[in-house]
């Protein structure tokens, strides 16, 4: 079994496990809520209320939700960010506690936003509460995300489009190199890091651009791929996305394959081919588009 299949296999096993702030995958039992409580003085009464025994409900655990009707104890508890760490390491990746610190000191083969998500492939998805991360969980690559969702709820299963997360990453290790190679083409874009961006920042180079391919797009890689749009008549927003990936990959002579011969001499001309302008061709262009905006409004105005 390869370690993606692994981690998917102990994911689903954790399914319906209970969530208290702070545990770290040992039994649930009112000892160990009340020892939480008093860690996270915070969350003290979330945890209190989702104990029968704790909240008075209650003289015993037998029918409380998160006991093991099997075996009469505590089913194992997380927090979110402790249920990706030991997810992680039953394949042997270490991650540190916290989704914030998970998302920043983890060695990642590629990360970055969720619209570029590879939709096949099991990787831990992110929270961006604006000043931190602040949920995290772990994709299973067919479309749903398992993750210790809070108190009254445990650990779920939903699908991702249900769920507000808004990064994606795949912890060094987790594939093989030959097996990462169909994610080689995700949707870039300024703050990713990985493999993908290195490969990227390599392209640039190859087309003539001064870069060091360090895998962290910042903002001399975004001038880098803007300045390649323009070129090449692309739209200049400096994502990198399928058009620009494969104009980029045909320019440096990445993708060898001959293009069609055309049927007829009124066929429609081939996307990004690249032209020589000046400064000064970059002023006049922008002044006659300046210019034909001008007139449209006068128009839409109503004024002739």
Known sequence: MDKPAI?????????????IMGATGKPCTPAYR?????????????????????????????????CDPETGTGKLAYDCAQLSRWAMDAVGISLVSGANS??????????????????EKVCLVFRDDGDKMGH???YQGDGTVIHAR????????????DV???????????????ESMPIEHPTLRRGD???????LQTLLCDVGEMLTADGKFGAKTEKAVKDFQRLYLLNVDGVVGPKTWAALEAAAGHNPEEPET??????????GVPITMTQADFDLLDMACKTMEAVLNRYRNGVK
């Open 102 to 119: 998970q998302w920043s000191k983890t060695e990642w083969e590629i990360r970055g936003k969720i619209d570029g998500l590879p939709r």
């Open 136 to 138: 995290v969980g772990i």
């Open 7 to 19: 981690v998917r296999a102990w994911c689903e096993q954790r399914v319906g496990c209970p969530y």
């Open 150 to 161: 809070g108190h009254d709820y445990g650990v779920v299963r939903q699908n991702l489009s």
């Open 262 to 271: 055309p049927d007829s001499d009124d066929a429609e001309p081939p996307v």
């Open 34 to 66: 009340e020892a939480r409580m008093a860690q996270y003085p915070a969350s003290a009464e979330k945890i209190k209320k989702n104990c029968p025994r704790l909240s008075g409900k209650a003289d015993t655990c037998a029918d409380c939700r998160w």
């Open 164 to 178: 507000k997360f808004t990064h994606w990453g795949i912890p060094m290790g987790l594939y093989t190199e030959g």
């Open 193 to 199: 890091t990985g493999k993908a961006v290195h490969y």
